[in-house]
């Protein structure tokens, strides 16, 4: 058990550029989770992933946003056209099925500063 | 709309003590289960402990149990024994037993900071 692996763990853009991140879950877990989250507050819900299949998005998730799961093994999260409220910390988790037998395991995040 | 609510923003506990963060949820539904988790400095999210809504029995982890109250909505983690390893932010979190894809909901935190 690696653990859930971030890539990049900081990044910094100029304002309307695009940003993709990446997130690596833990091998066989099946379920994959965005989450943001910004200064003083706790993460917020923004996609989930059952394999490959993109089963719910948050309203937070605007049309600038867009997240996939190609096999169902790693994800990203791609921002376009950056905007200054973009600023946060993106959380991905990974689970494997029902969470009443496991958790949602969490990576360290990936930090993005909108200039 | 299921709402998570911490109102301690802050708390302090000297190493060896006891302290005890509070935490409030609101929902309709009868399923569900209950977290806590921990975020050192480093920002790595760590589950602490665990409820299910189903179970009358608090569950306990070690130094680390809670006093579930779900007529009340309550859900309240005690620290026991604190060590200086147990500062950082505590999230309290919910999600439904179906139909979610099992979505954490999180309240705003509680910084915990144990003093020597």
């Known amino acids: 058990d690696t653990g859930v692996s971030q890539n990049p763990r900081h990044k910094i853009t100029k304002r309307g550029q695009n940003v993709t991140f990446r997130c690596d879950p833990i091998s066989e877990h099946n379920r994959l989770y965005w989450y943001r989250q910004t200064l003083g507050q706790g993460p917020e819900f923004l996609t989930y992933f059952q394999n490959e299949a993109q089963l719910e998005k948050s309203r937070l998730l605007s049309d600038r946003f867009s997240a996939e799961r190609p096999k169902g093994s790693f994800s990203t999260l791609e921002i376009q056209r950056t905007e200054q409220g973009d600023s946060a910390m993106y959380l991905c988790a990974s689970s494997l099925g029902d969470i009443g037998q496991q958790p949602q395991h969490f990576g360290d995040g990936t930090r993005l500063s909108i200039l | 709309a299921q709402t998570v609510t911490q109102s301690q923003p802050e708390m302090s506990v000297q190493e060896a003590e006891t302290v005890t963060l509070s935490c409030t949820y609101d929902?309709?539904?009868?399923?569900?289960?209950l977290f806590w988790y921990k975020q050192p400095p480093s920002r790595q999210m760590i589950l602490v402990i665990r409820?299910?809504?189903?179970?009358?029995q608090n569950a306990t982890e070690n130094r680390f149990s809670v006093n579930f109250q779900k007529a009340a909505k309550s859900f309240s983690l005690k620290i026991s024994d604190s060590q200086l390893g147990d500062t950082a932010m505590y999230f309290c979190a919910f999600t439904l037993s179906a139909g979610s894809g099992y979505a954490l909901n999180f309240g705003k935190g509680t910084s915990l900071l144990v003093t020597p």
């Open positions: 929902t309709s539904e009868n399923n569900y289960y």
């Open positions: 409820q299910e809504a189903y179970k009358q």
